[in-house]
């Protein structure tokens, strides 16, 4: 019995390198997965149950510090102290962080959880023209309409209630302006996270306007979004926000004429959209 398990041990590797080859051969086994299939990769943990979230989650209406599914962040990935997010994200985020930096890339985190006091505080310095827009314009001068006002600042700022940053899901990177990833180390940065992001479970929810995100904010390469969470509270809003409960801050009487509700919170890029 000895003999003969010696001389089946050259066929027993021959056969092995020859399976290993085959396998390695599999262009499927190449293929980058889709959003969808990254995402569902990301451990079951990572995806509470959407019971467990109330409209007053969904609009913010909460403190992050004490909250229990929320974690400071430290300094060693922000440019300051007394960024918060949900704790899942924020594993996730530490993840990416590290196979960025494997890459050679540096993820800073800019702005995260914001709740609604914190966002009506955004909403309503701009609305006053005590912070001027990205265009540079008082917007309380330019547009003494209420609605062509809440457009202008809707470019790029959600209103009190609707902006996923309540969510503690979403997370900006490096910089406020696209331009920063157009070009050099900036460029590098994007294009690495547009194709491995999903692996970790994050996706751009504001990418360029066109036929399918004809709605919704500008472009902004700076945002991602923690999917495995944030989609099953997009699918929540979807069902249960309406425009009428968009209150409590300057402007929001153009919620409703705005449709800020389909158009805003709603009109993201479809691969972040709800589960379909």
């Given at each position: 019995?000895?003999?003969?398990?010696?001389?089946?041990?050259?066929?027993?590797?021959?056969?092995?390198?020859?399976?290993?080859?085959?396998?390695?051969?599999?262009?499927?086994?190449?293929?980058?997965?889709s959003?969808?299939?990254?995402?569902?990769?990301?451990?079951?943990?990572?995806?509470?149950?959407?019971?467990?979230?109330?409209?007053?989650?969904?609009?913010?209406?909460?403190e992050p510090a004490?909250?229990?599914?929320?974690?400071?962040?430290?300094?060693?990935?922000?440019?300051?102290?007394?960024?918060?997010?949900?704790?899942?994200?924020?594993?996730?985020?530490?993840r990416?962080?590290?196979?960025a930096?494997?890459a050679?890339?540096?993820?800073?985190i800019?702005?995260?959880?914001r709740?609604?006091?914190?966002?009506?505080g955004?909403?309503?310095?701009?609305?006053?023209?005590?912070?001027?827009?990205?265009?540079?314009?008082?917007?309380?001068?330019?547009?003494?309409?209420?609605k062509s006002?809440?457009?202008?600042?809707?470019?790029y700022?959600?209103?009190?209630?609707?902006?996923?940053?309540?969510?503690?899901?979403?997370?900006?990177?490096?910089?406020?302006?696209n331009?920063?990833?157009?070009?050099?180390?900036?460029?590098?940065?994007?294009?690495w996270?547009a194709?491995?992001?999903?692996?970790?479970?994050f996706?751009?929810?504001?990418?360029?306007?066109?036929?399918?995100?004809?709605?919704?904010y500008?472009?902004?390469?700076?945002?991602?979004?923690?999917?495995?969470?944030?989609?099953p509270?997009?699918?929540?809003?979807?069902?249960?926000?309406?425009?009428?409960?968009?209150?409590?801050?300057?402007?929001?009487?153009?919620?409703?004429?705005?449709?800020?509700?389909?158009?805003?919170?709603?009109?993201?890029?479809?691969?972040?959209?709800?589960?379909?």
């Amino acid at each position: 019995m000895c003999h003969t398990r010696i001389a089946l041990l050259p066929l027993m590797l021959l056969t092995g390198l020859f399976l290993g080859s085959c396998r390695q051969s599999n262009p499927q086994k190449d293929q980058a997965p889709s959003t969808a299939e990254a995402v569902d990769s990301v451990p079951a943990l990572s995806a509470p149950k959407r019971d467990s979230f109330g409209l007053d989650y969904v609009m913010g209406k909460f403190e992050p510090a004490s909250h229990p599914d929320f974690t400071p962040i430290d300094a060693a990935y922000a440019d300051r102290n007394g960024l918060y997010m949900r704790k899942d994200a924020y594993q996730a985020f530490l993840r990416m962080h590290e196979a960025a930096k494997a890459a050679g890339h540096s993820l800073v985190i800019r702005s995260a959880a914001r709740n609604f006091d914190y966002q009506k505080g955004i909403w309503e310095r701009k609305w006053t023209g005590d912070r001027r827009l990205s265009s540079g314009e008082n917007a309380a001068e330019a547009f003494p309409d209420a609605k062509s006002r809440a457009l202008a600042i809707l470019k790029y700022s959600s209103m009190p209630g609707t902006s996923r940053h309540h969510w503690g899901t979403d997370i900006d990177l490096n910089a406020f302006n696209n331009d920063y990833f157009e070009k050099g180390e900036g460029a590098e940065l994007y294009q690495w996270l547009a194709a491995h992001a999903a692996e970790f479970g994050f996706c751009q929810p504001y990418t360029p306007k066109g036929d399918e995100r004809p709605y919704g904010y500008n472009e902004e390469k700076w945002h991602w979004s923690y999917l495995p969470v944030a989609r099953p509270l997009t699918q929540l809003a979807k069902e249960a926000l309406r425009d009428s409960m968009i209150s409590g801050f300057k402007g929001a009487e153009a919620a409703p004429g705005i449709q800020v509700v389909s158009r805003y919170v709603l009109g993201i890029n479809q691969d972040c959209l709800y589960e379909r």
